[in-house]
């Protein structure tokens, strides 16, 4: 059974930066495309970025492009989301999924596997 586990979260200032961190066991996630969503309180559930299984195509969300970004280490089964240049509308509670296929996706509903999610708070 896939589990996703996301660590990093916390509370920043704005123009800071945080290293989101998600962990994966069940499945190694070398043949899979992961993927970083979003949900604000009251909002639906946003794509972030999305990362190839070789890591060598990356998509990003127009809010978080030059901002963002995603990488993978494969060895260590885990996926990373660097976030720079915060700002108070990024916060919200950020999850990490899981694809059955190795190419990038935006559609949340394209992830069968997701973790609990890691609250990412910044400050103005």
């Known amino acids: 059974q896939v589990q996703l586990v996301e660590s990093g979260g916390g509370l920043v200032q704005a123009g800071g930066s945080l290293r989101l961190s998600c962990a994966a066991s069940?499945?190694?996630?070398?043949?899979?495309?992961m993927g970083w969503f979003r949900q604000a309180s009251g909002k639906e559930r946003e794509f972030v970025a999305a990362?190839?299984?070789?890591?060598?195509?990356?998509s990003y969300a127009d809010a978080v492009k030059g901002r963002f970004t995603i990488s993978r280490d494969n060895a260590k089964n885990t996926v990373y989301l660097q976030m720079n240049s915060l700002k108070p509308e990024d916060t919200a509670v950020y999850y990490c999924?899981?694809?059955?296929?190795?190419?990038?996706?935006?559609?949340?509903?394209?992830?069968?596997?997701w973790g609990q999610g890691t609250q990412v708070t910044v400050s103005s």
């Open positions: 999924a899981q694809r059955d296929s190795w190419a990038t996706a935006g559609d949340k509903n394209l992830y069968p596997y």
């Open positions: 069940g499945r190694t996630i070398n043949m899979y495309a």
């Open positions: 990362i190839s299984w070789h890591g060598r195509s990356t």
